[in-house]
C-alpha cells in the first residue's frame, strides 16, 4: 500500500503533493533551525510560501514558544526539538534560501534520530513544508516519520534551490528525485517529524542522515 495515503496516527490522512512551488503570502508560521549557523533578517523573505518574520532557532535541543508569524505577530504555537548536533557552514552573504537550508538538525554519526514537535498551531487546517539539504557527503536516501508515517526521500543541494523531493520507496540512490523540501498538506492539531538515521544497509554508522533545516506551518484556505 502507497504509504503516503496511509492515515496516520492521530486519524489525519497525510500525503506529499507534487504541485509547482507557490510564490503567494499567507498566515504561516516559519521555523529556521541552526540559527547559530546562519540566520534570516525579519525583513527576508523566502520559502516555497514566501514569508518575512522566520524564527531563527539556536542550538541541538531547545524550546520556544510564543512563536512569531509572517506578520510578525505572537502566536499561540510552541516548538520543542532534541537533535544530537548542528551541521553547516556560515553563509553570511548567501541569498536568503541558501541561507534557510544551510544550518540543520542532524542525527549525527551514531544513528540518533531527531525530533521536533510543534504544539498549540493557531491554524484549523494546514499543510507543513519540510526543508532539508545534503552535508558536504555524497548524496543519500533520508528517512522521516511524519505524524506516523514514514517517508524516504533524497535531499538536494542548496544549489538546487527550492525543488520538491519525490518519494522514493527503496534505497537506490536516485539523484533525478532529489529535493529540498516536502509538502504535507491537510495537517491538523500538532505536528511531530523525528528522522530515523539507519545507515548503510540498515546499520548504525549514520551514513544516511535526515536533516531538518527548517519547517514552514501555512494554513490552509478556509
Known sequence: MNPFYLTGL???????SFSPVAVFAGSSIGLKF??????????????????????NLSGATGSQEGLTDAQGNKTTAKVEWSSPLVVGKPAPQAAA?????????D?????????????GIPYQRYTAYV??????KARTVSTYTVNGVEIMIIPGSPKDGLLEAQP??????????R????????????????????????????????????????????
Open 179 to 222: 529535493g529540498t523540501y516536502l509538502e504535507l498538506k491537510d495537517q491538523v492539531g500538532n505536528f511531530e517529524i523525528v528522522t530515523d538515521n539507519k545507515g548503510w544497509q540498515y546499520d548504525s554508522s549514520g551514513d544516511f542522515r535526515s536533516p531538518i533545516s527548517a519547517i514552514q506551518i501555512v494554513e490552509s484556505d478556509k
Open 34 to 55: 541552526g540559527g547559530e549557523v546562519n540566520q534570516l533578517s525579519p525583513d527576508e523573505s523566502c520559502g516555497v510560501v514566501a514569508q518575512q518574520n522566520w524564527c
Open 97 to 105: 534560501i541558501v541561507r534557510l537550508l544551510k544550518g540543520y538538525l
Open 131 to 136: 526543508y532539508f539539504t545534503e552535508g558536504d
Open 107 to 119: 542525527g549525527g554519526s551514531g544513528g540518533h534520530p531527531a525530533t521536533v514537535t510543534i504544539s
Open 10 to 16: 492521530i486519524g489525519v490522512a497525510l500525503w506529499v
Open 168 to 177: 522514493v520507496y527503496d534505497r537506490e540512490v536516485d539523484a533525478e528525485k
